[in-house]
């Protein structure tokens, strides 16, 4: 149900999917310093995701008011190869792999196990926290990005 990390799909209105994808690091520094600088549980952070949210021009007030409800609830669970999403009762696992590092960018590729699919995105660290974009996919139709990311921090 998200399309880069772990592929956990939220329903906007009209029971449109949205991908989204969770990952994250420590800090920058620790993007270097490790293997498996993903390995940890991560859980949405409403507050930092729906502050980018508010600065999206391409939601309206309903898609808002519905994506809005939904932050804050997802867990995600990293170790060296696999990453797993939990979101309202329902588990997904994904393989992953991280393709590179550039100052506080992570770019990951994501192999979704059920669906074979192939994803890539680019995680931004922020502090111990890091951010993914969120995007809209429908069927016959290329993804589209909503101008906002999620937010996942590190649990300890």
């Given amino acids: 149900m998200s399309r880069r990390t772990s592929l956990i799909n939220y329903i906007v209105t009209a029971g449109l999917p949205i991908l989204c994808l969770l990952g994250t690091l420590a800090s920058a520094p620790a993007i270097a310093q490790t293997k498996c600088p993903l390995n940890g549980t991560w859980k949405s952070n409403k507050p930092m995701t729906l502050e980018s949210m508010n600065r999206s021009a391409q939601l309206n007030a309903k898609q808002r ?24 009762g329902r588990t997904e696992t994904s393989g992953y792999t991280i393709k590179a590092t550039t100052g506080n960018k992570i770019r990951v590729v994501l192999d979704n196990l059920s669906t074979k699919e192939r994803t890539e995105t680019v995680l931004t660290m922020q502090g111990n926290c890091y951010a993914y974009p969120v995007v809209l996919t429908l069927p016959e139709e290329k993804p589209r990005d909503l101008g906002f990311n999620e937010y996942f921090c590190r649990q300890k």
């Fill in 65 to 88: 008011e519905f994506l809005s409800s939904l932050m804050g609830k997802m867990i995600v669970q990293y170790n060296c190869k696999t990453v797993t999403s939990t979101f309202n």
